[in-house]
């Protein structure tokens, strides 16, 4: 197994940037642009051994076998912070990402366990998943099986 540190991410991210991977409402370009203008979408990404699920808002949890889809953005390294005041109930962690048939480190924001709060994702919510899915051709059956999965769960 090569170590995570040999994957060079910065050929594609571009000099003083570095690579985000979004699964969730940051995979509607329209919204997070708005979030963080200097943002440049690259692409579909996907991420293994994990999956997607829902609370009230997205995110991944570790599965054996699965493969989380999303979009691969290009971020400078000075611009995290509007990002990460966004995404308080989310830490930052570092993934391979699987991009045009290369592994290159990137980071993920992953929900903190204390903010499982029992709260089903708004239709408001649903509607911007399924907007940036449908843009980044993102297979519709990951969102539908999470939003079932969530509706499904007490």
Not at 31 to 46: I, M, T
Not at 121 to 150: C, F, H, T, W
């Amino acid at each position: 197994m090569v170590p995570f540190s040999n994957f060079i991410s910065e050929d594609i991210a571009g000099e003083g940037n570095e690579l985000y991977f979004a699964f969730g409402h940051n995979t509607n370009a329209e919204y997070f642009e708005k979030l963080d203008p200097p943002a440049k979408l690259l692409g579909r990404a996907s991420v293994k051994g994990y999956r997607l699920v829902l609370e009230e808002y997205c995110d991944l949890r570790p599965k054996d076998g699965s493969v989380l889809e999303g979009v691969l953005w290009s971020l400078p390294k000075n611009r995290e912070k509007p990002i990460n005041k966004y995404e308080q109930y989310y830490h930052r962690t570092h993934i391979t990402v699987n991009f045009k048939g290369k592994r290159y480190k990137a980071f993920a924001y992953k929900m903190d366990s204390e903010h499982y709060d029992g709260k089903k994702p708004s239709k408001e919510y649903i509607d911007i998943l399924r907007k940036g899915y449908k843009e980044n051709d993102i297979p519709m059956k990951q969102l539908k099986d999470a939003v079932d999965e969530r509706m499904n769960r007490e």
